[in-house]
């Protein structure tokens, strides 16, 4: 079975950068598959940020592709998510999932709200 | 703004069918797949590819597209099928960026 566990600091200063993890159980992230992350504001829809092929070619968001990177690292069977430059309408709640594709994500982590405020 | 459109809300009376729809013009080149988001929860894939069900969910869940609409029809709706509901899809780029909609609120009657 596999799952996904999101990590990272909850509250975030505008200006700085988001920061977190996905932790991978159940499944060698070097074996395949895409992985991705999602977010959504409080109150609002999902929108997808960005995906990347365990090989490491990435998929961005045209909206968030100047602030976003993401980076896998097999040893660890995780991968990671940087925003850089964030307002506060970044705050939401952000999933990490795997997906057969770019966009099909068929396990979600359960996910964790970043604020961002001063 | 979301290259796939999705009514905000719908209704359905228990037991009976609804459809909900969305629409894009990357539906006429890739599936959409459907997600079930019930409040505080992880959203959950109830339908995927051309009419593919992940394991666990009920086959009153069926999917289907014509053009530039998917829809996802719910056969006999039960009250836990009462929940948010949103499809996404890759963009029209063909660079195989992703897209949701904007989500529907499915309520059961």
């Known amino acids: 079975q596999v799952q996904l566990q999101e990590s990272g600091p909850g509250l975030v200063k505008p200006s700085e950068t988001l920061s977190l993890t996905c932790a991978v159980s159940g499944y060698s992230i070097s074996s395949g598959y895409y992985w991705g992350w999602i977010r959504q504001p409080p109150g609002k829809g999902l929108e997808w940020i960005g995906s990347i092929y365990h090989s490491g070619s990435t998929y961005y968001n045209p909206s968030l592709k100047s602030r976003v990177t993401i980076s896998v690292d097999t040893s660890k069977n995780q991968f990671s998510l940087k925003l850089s430059s964030v307002t506060a309408a970044d705050t939401a709640v952000y999933y990490c999932?795997?997906?057969?594709?770019?966009?099909?994500?068929?396990?979600w982590g359960q996910g964790t709200l970043v604020t961002v405020s001063s | 703004s979301s290259e796939l459109t999705q009514d905000p809300a719908v209704s359905v009376a228990l037991g009976q069918t609804v459809r909900i729809t969305c629409q894009g013009d990357s539906l006429r080149s890739y599936y959409a797949s459907w997600y079930q988001q019930k409040p505080g929860q992880a959203p959950v894939l109830v339908i995927y590819g051309k009419n593919n069900r992940p394991s666990g969910i009920p086959d009153r869940f069926s999917g289907s597209s014509s053009g530039n609409t998917a829809s996802l029809t719910i056969t006999g709706a039960q009250a836990e099928d009462e929940a948010d509901y949103y499809c996404n899809s890759r963009d029209s780029s063909g660079n195989h960026l992703g897209v949701f909609g904007g989500g529907t609120k499915l309520t059961v009657l």
């Open positions: 999932a795997r997906a057969l594709d770019t966009a099909t994500f068929f396990y």
